[in-house]
């Protein structure tokens, strides 16, 4: 489910998500988003008026000291950066669409097995396994790449098929096209449009290949899940009691 707020983009609430046996993820506990630091005053009363208890900020270190996440009362703030530097791994400095589309394809395999997006996304379950099942938020600039990958872990830890998890993925798209036409509206051109195009939207391709990245290397994502994040049948147990209504 999708929410509007003043300054916050991509917000939505993964509760409702049913598995085929009918276990259904409870509303206003799981929510993903972009960063927080523009936040409007209400937009914070809001997120603290849910309850939000925990924020993980997946944003790297220049990010995060240009736009500072408001402080949500209540709520603990977590940096846990999958990539120390994301211009360094995305230098969107190409005006060839069909190169910057290969970089954020490239950028797939980094997200699955640089030993820091493993530490980043281990520590994001170690998180949520000691956060008692209360209200949690995790953003990155946009929300759409770091926290897809780290919405998609949750999802297959909780069960979800693979369609399903790309699915929810690929929801960020709604948000995208918006996003293109404000520029359109304030007549951009064509090449431009034809870049963001590449920047703004997510893709099927990348998050499958995500998945494939970590199959070679793992066998499956349940192996994944296990030895690389230390999430075994233990822990999505306790995710499970956790998140399902």
């Known amino acids: 489910m999708f929410y509007s707020f003043d300054g916050v983009e991509n917000v939505r609430d993964l509760g409702g998500m049913t598995r085929p046996d009918g276990a259904r993820i409870r509303e206003n506990v799981l929510f993903r988003t972009g960063h927080l630091g523009s936040a409007s005053d209400a937009d914070v009363q809001r997120l603290a008026g849910w309850g939000v208890q925990l924020v993980v900020d997946m944003r790297d270190r220049r990010e995060r000291e240009k736009h500072p996440d408001r402080a949500i009362p209540g709520a603990e703030n977590v940096w846990l950066p999958p990539v120390p530097d994301l211009q360094a791994v995305i230098p969107i400095k190409s005006s060839v669409p069909r190169e910057v589309r290969e970089v954020f394809h490239e950028f797939y395999k980094l997200l699955s097995l640089h030993p820091q997006a493993i530490t980043a996304y281990e520590g994001f379950f170690r998180q949520l396994l000691a956060s008692d ?113």
């Open 133 to 245: 099942g209360g209200p949690v938020l995790w953003h990155c600039t946009q929300g759409k790449d770091r926290t897809g990958v780290g919405t998609m872990l949750l999802l297959s830890a909780l069960g979800f098929d693979r369609d399903t998890v790309v699915g929810e993925y690929m929801l960020t798209n709604q948000f995208a096209a918006g996003q293109l036409e404000a520029m359109r509206f304030a007549r951009a051109s064509e090449e431009e449009l034809a870049l963001m195009g590449e920047v703004f939207p997510v893709f099927e391709r990348n998050a499958r290949y995500y998945f494939d990245c970590i199959e070679m290397e793992y066998g499956s994502v349940e192996a994944y899940l296990e030895l690389a994040l230390g999430v075994g049948p233990d822990e999505r147990a306790v995710l499970e009691e956790f998140y399902f209504a």
